[in-house]
């Protein structure tokens, strides 16, 4: 209460002797802060330029050279393509794009923890034996194993393999509680399609209407 | 962590791997230690992104995991090794100086991929020399391999941790995870590999053709192909090493500056021959005799004992203290000399203090800077009378560096009620506190620098993909074989202002990035005076 009466008297009472820190009597203080600090503050004193010479350099050039590269690395993780609205039949057949369940590079399994392995599948030529992922899964287990001894035998004899990958958590699941899955090797290759045509022969159907009429030798009325 | 090394990590994570590895390692330097299905359910990531990115992270060395007693497996990620990715290209530069392009080459595969087995790199660095080379010849695996086993003689990469070699039971289901050992004898040493053969030339002419069969040849040897002898066996980057050289660098250039050439050579080789007796945390050196040094002196300095004498007595009565003579033996004649390592980088850290505070405030705020550092606590009256600056200047400037935290008041009362007018108010400087504070500023830099280069690439991205595609362009036409008047037309699509547009970013991203590498010679000062502060023997 006391204290109250002495606002205002004198420029500002503080608890300690101000003139020990050096404030000495009607000494002009800096006006209050009334806004925070401007957000660039002019600088009082220019930086000294930045050291050159053939080290430095060098360094530079490397780091962006690193940088570029490291774009280009398999363990640059790209996110999954976005789903388009429509599904559409062509998409089966275009070049498909990183997909999350596969991973590029292979690292050494056996220093990662069980957990964290990406099994990858190669769907058989033969289709009555192709797992739809989601059903049938301890049976799957048996036939496919079945299924792998044949298959290897086939594709060994095959020149062209083709693959596909498929995720493969629902099975992964059921498997911790049972007997593990033998290991399936995941193939470095680019993702070919599962398809027997060749790529090229494909036709999307767009020219249909452009074709010239050279050879229509039919008829002409 | 503080948020400005999380803010720094997450940039690093970015630029190199991507966002999604960037979102998991963030989320574990963030929150600890952490399972996988946590670490799902909070990023809201699919889990096999999840999967893919922790492979990444473990690969990299980023990222450790455990296997707990209940039986999952944690990871943790180590922020501190997602730091060290700003210093890549010192550390490639460094093995460059060292042990020539071979060297470089194969410190930069072993970065670029984490964890590489030792036939795996060689193939690779003599691939990637092979092509630099003029046509028809080949760079030999064998001197790939003799300077890989210079490196970890050296000490220079190390082998990582093994899986152990479990007892295959089938009762026993083997573990989720590995618990990964490592013998410390083990750590350097290179598996006896016969590796037999030249580096590969990519042919581009027919690189359609090969690709094709190297396809099909691929996956025939993928299925034939034994494992290779040192299958298991991976070697990693030895970081402490490198950061020991540089700390040995440091020091010989103050020397240098301070005294002259022949006392830097002669720390040089101290340091030399106790680099790899020394731990990296050590405080001090291996003493060494003086007749040891003498013996290991370049050969280009033919100075005489007694001169070298004289220097090592020199060296030991420098008030820097960097070298220590720990005894006399032979009556006086041989001297036991080591250096201090730790008072090393303390001279180090603070050199650096001074200079930071004299390009920030100004030489005579670096007058009274250095005068409290070596008065260690002076009232407001001493400062001004040693320094020898008007009191206002003087006032200001010491208010200035205490609000900037450079400087802090240490209060000695006189009386035991504390009362203000009967208290001594004390400047002082504590170094290891300013060290912190500067590192983190020097942390947040970084991170500022990485944004506005970021900001400034994207700003300008439509130019840059246009100027990336004339130059397609231009590359494809002169290879088909172009007259001059086309390609003219074609770089005219650039047009002049663009170009000056285009210059000015070039200009400026290379500015930032030197500025970044700069910075990051800070941080090391910094860091390792505080880490060597930390550690106590």
């Not at chain 2, 964890?115 to 790939?144: I, P, Q």
């Not at chain 2, 040897?221 to 090493?241: H, T």
């Not at chain 2, 620098?449 to 590359?475: C, F, G």
Request: with cysteine; charged share 30%.
């Amino acid at each position: 209460m006391a204290g109250r009466g002495g606002r205002g008297r004198g420029r500002g009472q503080m608890t300690f002797n101000v003139e020990a820190v050096g404030i000495a009597k009607g000494d002009a203080l800096p006006p209050p802060t009334l806004q925070p600090s401007p957000l660039f503050p002019p600088l009082e004193s220019r930086p000294a330029p930045l050291p050159g010479g053939e080290e430095l350099e060098y360094m530079l050039a490397l780091k962006q050279e690193l940088r570029g590269a490291m774009k280009n690395l398999p363990y640059f993780v790209k996110p999954g393509a976005p789903r388009r609205d429509i599904e559409r039949y062509s998409d089966k057949y275009q070049v498909s794009s990183p997909i999350d369940s596969a991973i590029d590079w292979s690292p050494d399994w056996r220093r990662l923890p069980r957990e964290l392995r990406i099994r990858v599948r190669r769907l058989r030529p033969g289709p009555p034996h192709a797992p739809p992922a989601a059903a049938l899964l301890p049976k799957c287990k048996q036939r496919l194993a079945l299924d792998k001894e044949e298959a290897i035998k086939k594709l060994e004899s095959l020149e062209k393999k083709e693959e596909e990958v498929t995720s493969e958590e629902e099975e992964k699941e059921e498997e911790e509680e049972g007997k593990e899955e033998e290991e399936e090797e995941y193939d470095e290759e680019e993702h070919e399609e599962e398809t027997d045509y060749i790529m090229s022969y494909f036709d999307n159907g767009e020219d249909f209407g452009a074709d010239s009429d050279d050879n229509m030798d039919e008829a002409v009325y | 962590m503080t948020q400005a090394e999380i803010k720094l990590c997450s940039l690093l994570l970015q630029e190199h791997f991507g966002e999604i590895v960037e979102k998991i390692g963030t989320y574990l330097i963030r929150t600890g230690t952490q399972p996988l299905r946590m670490i799902v359910n909070d990023t809201g990531l699919s889990l096999d992104q999840v999967k893919k990115a922790l492979c990444v992270l473990i690969q990299h060395n980023l990222v450790t995991y455990q296997l707990q007693k209940r039986g999952f497996v944690e990871y943790e990620a180590q922020c501190k090794r997602v730091l060290r990715i700003l210093r890549y290209p010192r550390y490639i530069y460094t093995a460059k100086t060292l042990y020539n392009d071979t060297g470089e080459l194969i410190v930069e595969e072993l970065l670029l991929n984490g964890k590489m087995t030792m036939s795996a790199v060689v193939r690779k660095v003599a691939d990637r020399l092979t092509e630099t080379m003029e046509d028809g010849k080949t760079m030999d695996y064998a001197d790939v391999s003799s300077t890989f086993v210079r490196l970890a003689d050296t000490h220079f990469v190390q082998r990582c941790p093994l899986v152990p070699e479990a007892a295959e039971t089938p009762e026993v289901p083997p573990p989720p995870a590995p618990t990964l050992v490592i013998n410390e004898k083990d750590m350097y040493a290179v598996p006896k590999l016969n590796l037999v053969g030249k580096g590969k030339r990519r042919r581009s002419c027919d690189e359609d053709e090969n690709h094709e069969h190297k396809a099909k040849k691929h996956k025939k040897d993928g299925e034939d192909a034994e494992p290779p002898p040192d299958d298991g066996i991976y070697w990693q980057v030895n970081i402490d090493r490198f950061h020991q050289h540089f700390r040995d660098q440091g020091i010989v250039s103050a020397v240098a500056n301070r005294m002259d050439q022949t006392s830097s050579e002669i720390v040089r080789t101290m340091l030399r021959m106790s680099e790899v007796t020394t731990s990296s945390s050590a405080p001090y050196t291996q003493p060494l005799s003086s007749n040891e040094i003498f013996r290991s002196l370049p050969a280009g300095y033919n100075i005489v004992k007694q001169v070298l004498d004289q220097y090592l007595t020199l060296l030991a009565d420098d008030p820097l203290e960097f070298v220590g003579k720990s005894g006399d033996s032979g009556g006086g004649m041989y001297t036991v000399i080591c250096t201090d390592l730790h008072k090393a980088l303390a001279s180090l850290a603070t050199a650096t203090l001074e200079s930071i505070v004299e390009e920030r405030f100004g030489s005579r705020c670096a007058r009274i800077f250095r005068l409290l550092l070596r008065k260690k606590h002076l009232e407001q009256k001493q400062v001004e009378d040693f320094a020898m600056i008007p009191a206002k200047e003087a006032k200001d400037m010491l208010y200035k560096m205490l609000s900037e935290n450079f400087v802090s008041l240490q209060e000695i009362p006189k009386t035991p009620d504390h009362a203000p007018s009967r208290t001594f108010y004390l400047y002082t400087v504590n170094i290891l506190s300013s060290a912190r504070m500067l590192l983190h500023r020097c942390y947040k830099s970084v991170a500022n620098l990485i944004e506005r280069r970021q900001y400034e690439t994207k700003e300008n991205k439509r130019l840059l993909e246009k100027s990336q595609r004339v130059e397609a362009i231009l590359a494809s036409m002169q290879a088909t074989g172009a007259e001059d008047v086309q390609l003219q037309e074609i770089e005219e699509m650039i047009t002049a202002p663009e170009r000056q547009q285009l210059e000015n970013l070039k200009r400026n991203v290379n500015k930032i990035d030197a500025s970044e590498n700069q910075v990051d010679e800070t941080i090391f000062v910094l860091e390792s005076f505080i880490e060597s502060t930390l550690k106590k023997p």
